[in-house]
C-alpha cells in the first residue's frame, strides 16, 4: 500500500533563516505530488505540484521554491523566512486518475 | 482561484443527530470528493464519487455526485463525538491538463456534543 511521510512534524524557526521540509511517497512510480498551505485551520491553498522529477509548477508567488530531485521526494524550501511564511504545510501525492492522498502536515512557526 | 461554495460553515450538534453538508460549483467536476481533517493532522479522504448521481455510503456516511455535475452533498448518521473535525468537499477533473488539482471548499467545521 502507498504511503506519505512528512517531516519535521513542527518547526520553529527565526525570521530570515532557511527552510527545508520534505516529503517521501512509498509504494508507488511517478506520482504527481503537490505541496499546500493552511491557515488557521481552513482553506488549502496549493503553492506547487509536479508530475515528474525536475518539473515543478508553481501556483502563487512567494518566498518559497520547491524541487523534486526524486521521483518520490518533494521538498519545500526558502532562502529567508519571512513572518507571513507561518502555516500548516501539507503535501499530498495522487496515482493516475485517482484522488489525492495528505501528508500529516509540519506547523511552522516563525518568530 | 476559484474555490467551492461549501455549507454551512460551521455546526453545533448533539451526539446521536444526523448531519448535512453540501457543494456547489459554478463549473463542473467528472469527481468529487469528500476529506475529513483532525485538528493538527492532514485530510483524510472520505468519500470518493466518480459518476453523476452516484450515491455512495462509507459506514455511516453517504455522499452524493449530483446529476448537474456542479454539486455533492455529505450525510453523517447517527454523529458520534469522534466526528469532530472540518470537512471538506473538493472537486477535480481526472485526465487532461488538469494534473489533478483540486478545488476546495471553505470547509465545514463540525462540533459534536455528548
Known amino acids: 500500500s502507498q504511503t506519505i511521510h512528512q517531516w519535521p512534524a513542527t518547526l520553529v524557526q527565526p525570521v530570515g533563516s532557511p527552510l527545508s521540509l520534505e516529503c517521501t511517497v512509498e509504494?508507488?512510480?511517478?506520482?504527481?505530488l503537490y505541496w499546500y498551505r493552511q491557515a488557521a485551520g481552513r482553506g488549502l491553498q496549493l503553492l506547487f505540484y509536479s508530475v515528474g522529477i525536475g518539473q515543478i509548477s508553481s501556483e502563487v508567488p512567494q518566498n518559497l521554491s520547491a524541487s523534486r530531485p526524486q521521483d518520490r521526494q518533494f521538498i519545500l524550501s526558502s532562502k529567508k523566512l519571512l513572518l507571513s511564511d507561518s502555516g500548516f504545510y501539507l503535501c499530498a501525492w495522487r496515482g493516475e486518475n485517482q484522488p489525492q492522498h495528505f501528508g500529516d502536515g509540519t506547523r511552522l512557526s516563525i518568530l | 482561484g476559484q474555490q467551492l461554495n461549501q455549507s454551512p460553515q460551521s455546526m453545533f450538534i448533539q451526539e446521536g443527530e444526523d448531519v448535512s453538508m453540501n457543494c456547489t460549483s459554478s463549473?463542473?467536476?467528472?469527481?468529487w470528493l469528500w476529506y475529513k481533517q483532525d485538528p493538527g493532522e492532514g485530510p483524510v479522504l472520505l468519500i470518493a464519487l466518480y459518476k453523476a448521481g452516484e450515491l455512495t455510503s462509507n459506514g455511516r456516511l453517504t455522499a452524493q455526485f449530483g446529476i448537474t455535475r456542479k454539486d455533492s452533498f455529505l450525510n453523517i448518521s447517527a454523529s458520534i463525538p469522534s466526528d469532530v473535525g472540518i470537512y471538506f468537499c473538493a472537486g477535480f477533473n481526472a485526465g487532461g491538463t488538469s494534473y489533478g488539482k483540486l478545488t476546495f471548499g471553505q470547509g465545514t467545521i463540525l462540533t459534536v456534543h455528548p
Open positions: 463549473s463542473i467536476f467528472n469527481t
Open positions: 509504494g508507488t512510480s511517478n506520482p504527481n
